[in-house]
């Protein structure tokens, strides 16, 4: 029994390997792979929006300030807004709203000039003249009433007029998304603003004007952080920004 033993094993082992050498052989790899079929180009429409298409050097820091706007804006700016709306009646925060819309009247007809925009400058001057008189101050808007245009036209769109390209794109603290160049537009812009309301107003009105003016803003702001369910918020807050001003320089 045990001299059958060994020619048994090698039976097997033979048979293995036969069976070995006979299975699939190995197919040479295709020299060229074929295309995906769930690629961009595929699923996405030719003239598709490209969230990455905006100059963002500073993303790293960017994001920072964006979550900490967010922060700022839920524990502070948010409940001062809610408290501002429960105790001023609409019609009120209408009249506010209107006051200060006149002032940006004063800025579009400024910049309009610059940018040597006669439409805009006559359109724009007409609504401080008929709101700053028959208007009260400008608490009414009978401008818009009278079917005035009201274009909207402020230092960084005038520099953008001249060629002034954006610049990297930026958030700034407390304000939200920007770029260089609007960032700097935004000092003449508030230096104008605030020269013109301190010369026609008194100190005390002056001084609530100023605190009223962020609170009367972010009220008619709807933007809400984080509230769009999408994981790019920040991408599409970005790209959406930049892609206005474009517009509104081109407008």
Excluded at 4 to 23: D, E, F, K, M, R
Aim: charged share 20%; glycine share 6%; with cysteine.
């Amino acid at each position: 029994m045990k001299s059958i033993l060994p020619h048994v094993a090698t039976l097997v082992l033979a048979l293995s390997l036969a069976a070995c050498s006979s299975g699939p052989q190995p197919q040479p790899q295709a020299e060229n792979y074929p295309e995906p079929v769930f690629t961009p180009k595929r699923l996405l429409p030719p003239d598709h929006a490209d969230l990455t298409a905006v100059y963002d050097p500073w993303q790293g820091l960017n994001k920072r300030i964006y979550v900490f706007n967010y922060h700022f804006d839920q524990a502070v700016f948010l409940p001062v807004v809610r408290g501002y709306e429960a105790a001023v009646p609409s019609v009120g925060r209408t009249g506010v709203s209107n006051f200060f819309n006149n002032f940006e009247d004063m800025l579009t007809a400024l910049n309009s000039a610059l940018q040597l925009r006669p439409e805009k400058f006559l359109q724009s001057t007409g609504r401080v003249i008929v709101n700053s008189t028959v208007g009260l101050f400008g608490l009414v808007d009978v401008a818009s009433e009278m079917e005035i245009p009201r274009p909207m036209e402020d230092f960084g769109q005038t520099l953008g007029h001249w060629g002034v390209g954006q610049g990297p794109y930026v958030v700034i603290p407390f304000l939200g998304p920007s770029n260089v160049r609007d960032g700097l537009g935004k000092i003449p812009d508030a230096y104008v603003q605030s020269t013109v309301k301190s010369d026609v107003l008194s100190e005390p009105l002056d001084l609530t004007t100023t605190i009223l003016y962020p609170i009367d803003t972010r009220a008619n702001t709807s933007f809400r952080y984080f509230e769009n369910g999408s994981a790019f918020e920040y991408q599409m807050v970005r790209w959406l920004y930049s892609t206005k001003r474009e517009l509104d320089v081109n407008q």
